[in-house]
């Protein structure tokens, strides 16, 4: 499995040369009042070697602070604000509450466990807390890189993969079900979409079996494309990434029959029979000897059309 972190060489060496990581670093710990001893910390799609020009910078500061800037979200354990711009890219600083990172454990742990149980998986509900996981594991440290380690021990962010491909694999087979339910239904529309959204699940359950826990749907290209592009893996996941990825074959052009401008051809025209009862590539029909055609009245010799009931003539 991949190692936490940016996993992509040529990614990780764009972030450090285009980002002044010092520059972030005392920007954040500004931002929280703090002394440079808490544990800080850059996530987010910079680290994933995901970001482009338009993404925020994301940092993590633990400890019991209060952030100053504009506040972007709130919620139990964690408050976050954009408190600058570095290069057209917006700072957000998040800080995170110890007690609060404690409960999260507890609750990962319990929903790991579920995993080799048999009354199904305990899901952390709040996506949230999957964001938090994987950041906490793919971080990279600006200050008190021990306690980063030390801070994914305790969270155990190693058990992420395992977690997530559990339930993208329970997602991916629960919303084919749905599929076969919509169409038997008569729902196509409906399956259709459904079956959009287990492709979904069968994506991030390759990209869980690789090791990558970006937990945002809206990367799900990207990574699937950075997976199969891997030369060295010939793994389960590449491969399914590959699939995932490839264009439905074009189906084949039907055939109109020749045209007055076709080109002219070598090949013997195809014999036309002599009745048909259905109409040829072309839409059009061959009714010549088609018993469905309308006769008209045949003419006798003397030049009369035959009236109802005439019969032979007797001498």
């Not at 996993?7 to 500004?30: H, I, K, P, W």
């Not at 952390?124 to 999957?130: A, G, H, S, T």
């Not at 893996?233 to 045209?259: E, K, M």
């Not at 009245?297 to 019969?311: N, Q, T, V, Y």
Request: charged share 25%; glycine share 10%.
């Amino acid at each position: 499995m991949n190692a936490p972190g940016i996993t992509n060489a040529s990614a990780r060496g764009a972030v450090e040369q285009s980002t002044d990581l010092e520059g972030l670093a005392l920007t954040a710990l500004a931002a929280v009042g703090g002394s440079g001893d808490e544990l800080l910390f850059l996530a987010g799609s910079t680290t994933d070697g995901l970001a482009n020009r338009n993404s925020d910078l994301d940092l993590y500061v633990v400890g019991d602070l209060r952030v100053t800037g504009s506040e972007t979200a709130a919620r139990q354990g964690e408050r976050t604000a954009t408190v600058a711009h570095h290069e057209g890219r917006e700072v957000n600083v998040a800080v995170l509450d110890p007690a609060a990172l404690g409960g999260l454990r507890d609750a990962f742990g319990a929903s790991v466990a579920s995993l080799s149980g048999e009354k199904g998986i305990a899901q952390l509900v709040d996506e949230d807390n999957l964001k938090i996981l994987h950041r906490v594991r793919t971080g990279r440290a600006l200050r008190r890189p021990d306690r980063l380690r030390e801070l994914r021990e305790e969270l155990g962010t190693g058990d992420l993969p395992r977690y997530l491909l559990n339930v993208a694999a329970v997602a991916a087979v629960n919303r084919l079900t749905d599929v076969t339910g919509e169409l038997a239904d008569g729902h196509a529309d409906s399956a259709a979409w459904m079956y959009r959204e287990a492709l979904v699940h069968t994506g991030q359950c390759a990209l869980a079996a690789a090791g990558v826990t970006v937990p945002s749907v809206k990367w799900l290209v990207r990574l699937l494309q950075r997976q199969a592009a891997r030369p060295d893996d010939s793994g389960c996941a590449a491969h399914v990434a590959r699939r995932l990825l490839a264009r439905p074959p074009t189906p084949p052009p039907r055939w109109r029959g020749p045209g007055p401008t076709s080109p002219p051809s070598s090949t013997p025209p195809a014999t036309r029979p002599a009745r048909t009862s259905a109409p040829w590539p072309d839409g059009s029909w061959d009714d010549t000897d088609d018993p469905r055609r309308p006769r008209r009245p045949e003419r006798s010799r003397r030049g009369h059309r035959p009236r109802h009931g005439d019969g032979p003539r007797r001498a």
